[in-house]
């Protein structure tokens, strides 16, 4: 796992961008996994901004969102399917049919979660992974004690988990209890998980996923066993690290070829 410190989320993001965008570069037919919530915002905001300036390509791209809330139409505006168009497939040049998100309205759940592993299967896996964190140490929608091994499946969402995401709602009984979520084990299997977590409000999960145990009750410390997991934070959530200023000598030192 490689720790990245940078001062504010800003920076964070635009190395973020930096990775995917080198990714699109090197390889225009990319599988990307894409995350929701306020911590990938700026990041997608500098990719729109690299097809601005540059052109960069996304028309040979596909990409896999981690989860949706069933029960929300693609048009609600606090569905996932709404923040991704939002956010940022409407500042981008990627094909409708290239985008693939859970169907929170599927009359039958579990074919649409085994449809689901099938697609990212069928474009040859998901090349990087972007990911945030929850105050618990979730990731995607799996709460704590999710099998580490688990697939894309239906998950009842944690009361701090409801509360955390109710701003979308405006009113914390809206949120809805359950989503369907890639699971654990299949976000292990994409090549680059690139998990971004800002704020003191996630130096607890972002200290126990780093450097606590390997634990369901964690689930995000699995990331801890993938091959190639870059962690992007700011100084707020890096500040209950206790490795804190090696992840700095060792960003600071990077031979030029692996650089950002």
């Known amino acids: 796992m490689e720790i990245i410190i ?11 961008a930096r990775l995917v965008a080198g990714l699109v570069r090197r390889k225009p037919d ?25 052109g960069l390509d ?26 991704m168009k939002r956010h940022l497939f409407d500042g981008i040049n990627i094909p409708a049919g290239s985008i693939h998100i859970p169907d ?12 689901y592993e099938a697609a990212i299967k069928a474009c040859g896996g998901i090349d990087l992974q972007v990911l945030g964190v ?20 239906i998950k009842t969402l944690t009361d701090r988990t409801r509360r955390d995401n109710a701003a979308d709602f405006g009113d914390p009984a809206k949120v809805p209890f359950h989503v369907i979520t890639m699971g654990v084990g299949t976000i292990m299997e994409t090549r ?7 704020g003191k409000k996630k130096a607890p999960a972002v200290a126990t996923l780093a450097e606590g145990p390997i634990t369901a009750m964690v689930p995000a410390s699995i990331l801890q066993m ?18 804190a200023d090696y992840y700095r000598w060792v960003f600071d030192h990077k031979p030029d070829w692996q650089r950002i």
């Open 104 to 115: 929170g309205m599927a009359p039958d759940v579990e074919r649409t979660c085994r449809d």
């Open 226 to 243: 993938h091959p190639r997991a870059i962690v992007l934070i700011d100084e707020e959530a890096a500040a209950e690290l206790k490795r």
């Open 134 to 153: 929850g105050s618990d140490g979730h990731i995607g929608f799996n709460e704590p004690t999710s099998s580490l091994a688990s697939r894309t499946r």
């Open 192 to 198: 680059v998980c690139l998990l971004l977590a800002f």
């Open 30 to 54: 990319a599988v990307l996994g894409l995350a929701t919530g306020s911590s990938p915002i700026p990041l997608y905001a500098g990719l729109i901004e690299t097809r601005r300036r540059d």
């Open 6 to 16: 940078q001062p504010d989320r800003d920076r964070a993001c635009a190395l973020g």
């Open 58 to 83: 996304f028309s040979r791209v596909r990409t896999f969102n981690l989860d949706e809330f069933i029960g929300l139409e693609p048009e609600h505006p606090a569905s996932y399917h709404a923040f």
